[in-house]
């Protein structure tokens, strides 16, 4: 059987497939529950400094090969999410923190929140395509981005993964920034942004209008995010965007990724996902002479 197990940043992952933000991210429950189906960690649902309700429904339409969501950031805030992440905690592997804020201040305090709870790392989210004044608006500025994650690592201990929006000109120039903080992983790619029109009402389908596009037809976006990444950062690189088959998760290995991540996935193989995944992946491994997940990082790279 080929080794499934990866290393990112000191963490030791049973397998390479962790739970995308916002997937079942809510409460501690849904991510014990991922946890118990398999996932080798899974990362929270965003959470601010305040509660949020986000934004009306509807907050979700399928489309061609995949989804188009604007939730708008909903989220307990970081006061009351305490009590999720010690449920979250309970299988005892890794719960990595997911954090917006609007600036370094507010990110340094939701850091040392999280930390104190007792998370094995952080993801602060830099790429949301859709909230004024966080995510994407602040990550798609390399300055900003250094600065944020400068700001983060200087107030905390464990690892800082710092999620990366495709809707830029040059995402290998925003992974210089993030690692020229002192980001320890860079997670790519977030959402990209997309619309769908109702015909019959003919105004946008989702409450808020644009959205972010996820699923099977962002992965060529992904791989190509991937791939330049890893020519331009040294840290390691968490790779996700419309993975939902062992070939796919390899493609995003080769391309260059350390770890992966899977969203849309999980809302058609829900608790089978993770099992699926990592037995496809395995037989991959076998067939193609891999002795390990780990080993085929960035191999689409360099020479014939
Ligand atoms: O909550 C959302 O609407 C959302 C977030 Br925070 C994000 O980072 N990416 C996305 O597609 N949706």
Same mark, same amino acid.
């Given at each position: 059987m080929a080794e499934l197990t990866v290393d990112i940043a000191g963490l030791r992952l049973q397998n390479p497939f962790i739970l995308a933000s916002g997937i079942w991210g809510e409460t501690g429950a849904t991510l014990a529950r991922a946890l118990r @189906? $398999?996932?080798? @960690? +899974?990362v929270t649902k965003s959470i601010g400094t305040e509660p949020r309700p986000g934004? =009306?429904? =509807? /907050? !979700?339409?399928? +489309? =061609? @090969?995949?989804? !188009?969501n604007a939730m708008g950031l909903p989220n307990p805030g970081i006061e009351a999410y305490k009590e999720e992440i010690e449920e979250a905690l309970q299988p005892g592997k890794p719960v990595i923190g997911s954090i917006f804020g609007a600036d370094e201040r507010e990110f340094v305090k939701l850091a040392r929140k999280m930390e104190s709870y007792g998370v094995s790392a952080l993801e602060l989210n830099l790429s949301c395509p859709h909230a004024k004044g966080y995510g994407a608006q602040l990550g798609q500025d390399p300055g900003i981005t250094k600065k944020i994650t400068a700001a983060v690592k200087a107030a905390v201990k464990i690892p800082v993964f710092v999620k990366l929006t495709p809707n830029v000109a040059s995402i290998a120039a925003i992974g210089k920034a993030a690692e020229s903080g002192g980001a320890d992983a860079v997670v790519a790619i977030n959402t990209l942004k997309g619309m769908a029109i109702d015909l019959e009402l003919g105004r946008p389908v989702l #409450?808020?209008? #644009?959205? $972010?596009? #996820? %699923?099977p037809g962002i992965r060529p976006v992904g791989i190509a995010c991937v791939y330049d990444l890893f020519e331009a950062v040294k840290i390691p690189i968490i790779g996700m965007g419309g993975i939902s088959s062992g070939d796919d998760a390899a493609e995003y290995l080769l391309a260059g990724a350390a770890a992966l991540q899977v969203g849309s996935v999980v809302y058609k193989k829900r608790d089978r996902t993770f099992t699926h995944l990592s037995r496809e992946l395995s037989r991959f491994l076998s067939s193609h002479h891999y002795k390990s997940a780990r080993s085929? /990082? $960035?191999?689409?790279?360099? %020479? =014939?």
């Open positions: @189906a $398999g996932a080798g @960690a +899974v934004y =009306p429904n =509807p /907050t !979700i339409v399928e +489309v =061609p @090969a995949g989804f !188009i #409450s808020h209008g #644009s959205g $972010g596009y #996820s %699923g085929m /990082t $960035g191999k689409a790279h360099g %020479g =014939p």
